[in-house]
């Protein structure tokens, strides 16, 4: 149990001071646990939840088909060229990467929607900090509302068993005795809400009449069938794969390869303006993430951490839920939240039984927390890092105050709506 704890401690600290090389990071701790006997070769596949990665993977070549098909650029060049005034305009291209994020990569929306924030900020002779950092902050939230949106959503379900409806009317997948209530995305909505009400105080006073601007053409609407097909799929998948094993996986890698497949056929990538490789050490990361948890389940740090939270007991599941979400906020502004939230759901559900609190009340709140606290700092989310390298590039370089001045206020009201909704409806 020490040598389990001490290597995943290291692996951890590692992540933490840097930012590259998460993969071979994680994997070099696996190398040391088999070296030293704390890991068997045969608990590394065990560990590793195929299903949750190919559903990652899936999505990354479905999200880049899609961005190939030019139909994000377009719909927003629709959405700015309805809007009645620059702030509106501003706002409005932060709504839609928002919205985009529910469903592709949170980075690939900021390098996709950035450009298009750049182009109208230079004409109207406005500083592009606020856009891009709330483009950023708002995907970043955005990315938790659904199953496919980003890696903990999938970790989540991966360790519920919940599907991809659930996310929308949760069904009970963690209490058998819970009727059906309101999901997890309509908590994220109002956070979201919250959010942009934040951000707008920055557009307020850009009243000027903003200039049309030329639509992109829509390149093919096949891309966006084979991302609805691959939903459909994640709809139906309780039916086919009850226990969350397989099929998810499968149906989102078969529509990703195909999606990808037509667009090479298609020659639909050719001069768009952002590279889209696949990414490998993402996917690589993960795998490892859960082989190292695996292996602290196995050797039972996770219930020694289960009993020494026990002194918690007594206190209401309000106390109980603020705690966790905001120990989680304050976690992940400054470290990865894939391997915290991996480590943390089995700890926070063997805490829930001791309490005797719904365990969907804080599984539920342990995501709000690790995915919104990520906004609060320009190194808490791979998207906030996107944006203050493009904003570098422009000229405008971004200080670690300037990024909270708008990080903290958002993180803060987004968060508390969502957890206190959260608190009310599964207390």
Known sequence: MWKASIIFILVYAAL???????????????????????????????????????????????????????LPEALSDHVINWSPNLGISLMLIVVFASIFSIFMDNVVTVLMVAPIALHITKKAGVTPVPVIIGLAISSNLQGMAILIGDTPSMILAARTQMDFLDFFIYNGAMSSYMTAKIGIFWFVQLGAVAGFVVLYYYFRKEKRKQELIPVTPVKSWV??????????????????????????????????????????????????TISLPFDWETVGFLGAVFVLVYMLEKRGVIAVLVNHLGVLEG?????????????????????????????????????AGTLGVHPELLVLGILIGSCMGGNITPIGATANLAAVGILKREGNPVSFVTFIKIGVPFTLVSTFAAYIALYFVYR
């Not at 646990?33 to 899936?58: K, Q, R, S």
């Not at 084979?226 to 998810?248: E, H, Q, T, Y």
């Not at 206190?315 to 915290?340: G, R």
């Open 16 to 70: 933490v001071i840097t930012k590259h090389y998460r993969w071979l990071i994680a994997w070099a701790g696996i190398v040391v646990a088999l070296v030293f006997g704390v890991l068997e070769f045969t608990e590394i596949a065990n560990g590793i939840n195929w299903n949750v990665i190919g559903i990652f993977a899936g999505s990354l070549l479905l999200a880049d088909a899609f961005v190939c098909s030019r």
């Open 315 to 351: 206190a209401s599941p309000f106390v109980v839920l603020t705690v966790i979400v905001w120990v989680s906020v304050i976690v992940s502004a400054f470290i990865d939240n894939v391997p915290y939230i991996t480590a943390a759901l089995p700890v926070v559900q063997g805490l």
């Open 223 to 272: 891309p966006v069938l084979f991302l609805a097909l691959a939903v459909i799929f994640l709809s139906f998948a309780n039916i086919v794969d009850p226990d969350f094993v397989w099929f998810g996986g499968v149906s989102c890698i078969v529509m990703g390869i195909i999606s990808v497949i037509y667009v090479r056929m298609r020659k639909l990538h050719k001069g768009l």
